[in-house]
């Protein structure tokens, strides 16, 4: 006959309530009452209901990942960071998209409130208007920081590695610097915008509105960023692109043009993506601790879940610049005859 909850409690010398309560809300028992129940519960070999469990306390053991924009790589190691907190913890991870559409956000933001799921970890960069912050249950933010919000986070600054990476261009000799960014609509996008404007201004050199291209993080922008360039005669030597896929997008586009990098054209992306190391020539890149960042956003959800205080309702993850083959210092034609212009 299979051990019941009644024979746990007579073994532990404690009520069936007690028992239920130890096994749903352990800290909510003395640490002497939870060492009994559980040493009766591996005595008996007691298996609880956890659908009964989780009933009682109202929870679903599910939490919520919401990301911007679900066909980005970008997001699978931070999603490994937090299924392996997650799953340590007794938690599962359901996998929202987004797809920069409000109402597909309040959608996800209603699970939590309708206690389809416990918690939501935010990667959209921003919030619909119609959901105000302070109506946000359990919610905490994973690298895509929003505009004035207050809500606990993991993130990187943005800005000073936007910085290091123009800074490496200058560092090499390049002046004249161009610039694609993410969709402005978002923080990091802003920032990273910035850093790049700080370190043109820390070298005395006056930012060019003609050598920004503002692009959407995907492989077509890096593309079409070089073509409008191209169709304008911009004149550069160096390219820092806010993301490694339209870096790569970007060289593409310049070898079709006739342009080689580094040769003619330093390139530097940002995220350190698999696929920055297989590209041609390998990239140089920003390297953000992406699972590091899933599984501290795990962390705080287990936290925030258990009811306990943030040690910090913010913490910053530290980057590195990855140098690879793609930057190189300019050589004399290439500072001459920047334009990008096609040789054929």
Excluded at 60 to 66: A, D, G, K, M
Excluded at 223 to 247: I, K, P
Aim: proline share 5%.
């Amino acid at each position: 006959m299979a051990p019941t909850i009644r024979r746990v409690a007579e073994l532990a010398g404690v009520s069936i309530a007690t028992v239920s309560r130890t096994l749903a809300q352990p800290g909510k028992v003395t640490e002497a009452t939870r060492e009994k129940v559980l040493d009766a519960v591996r005595q008996t070999g007691f298996v609880p209901n956890r659908q009964a469990v989780d009933f009682r306390r109202q929870a679903t053991n599910n939490v919520v990942l919401l990301v911007r924009d679900i066909t980005n790589p970008f997001y699978l190691e931070i999603y490994r960071g937090i299924e392996e907190l997650a799953f340590a913890n007794g938690y599962r991870v359901l996998m929202g998209d987004a797809g920069y559409d409000d109402a597909r956000v309040v959608r996800y933001v209603d699970m939590v409130r309708n206690r389809q799921a416990d918690g939501l970890i935010l990667m959209t960069g921003w919030i619909p208007d119609s959901v105000p912050e302070a109506s946000l249950p359990q919610t905490v933010i994973a690298l895509e920081l929003i505009e004035g919000s207050t809500l606990p986070a993991v993130a990187i600054d943005n800005r000073k590695a936007a910085r290091l990476a123009t800074e490496h261009l200058l560092s090499l000799g390049h002046r004249r610097i161009a610039h694609v960014t993410g969709p402005m609509r978002l923080v990091m996008s802003t920032e990273r915008h910035q850093g790049y404007l700080d370190a043109l201004a820390g070298a005395g050199i006056a930012a060019d509105p003609a050598l920004t291209h503002v692009g959407d993080f995907h492989f077509g922008s890096g593309q079409a960023a070089m073509r409008q360039f191209h169709a304008q005669g911009s004149a550069f030597t160096g390219l820092f692109c806010s993301n490694d896929e339209m870096a790569v997008g970007a060289i593409n586009e310049l070898r079709s043009l006739g342009k080689r990098v580094p040769s003619d054209i330093s390139v530097v992306g940002f995220d350190d993506m698999d696929y920055a190391l297989s590209s041609d020539p390998p990239l140089t890149s920003i390297r953000q601790p992406r699972r590091e960042i899933g599984r501290q956003a795990m962390q705080m959800m287990v936290d925030l879940l258990a009811g306990k205080a943030l040690a910090s309702g913010h913490l910053e993850a530290g980057v590195e610049l990855v140098v690879r083959a793609s930057t190189a210092p300019p050589n004399a034609s290439s500072a001459d005859a920047s334009r990008v212009t096609s040789t054929t």
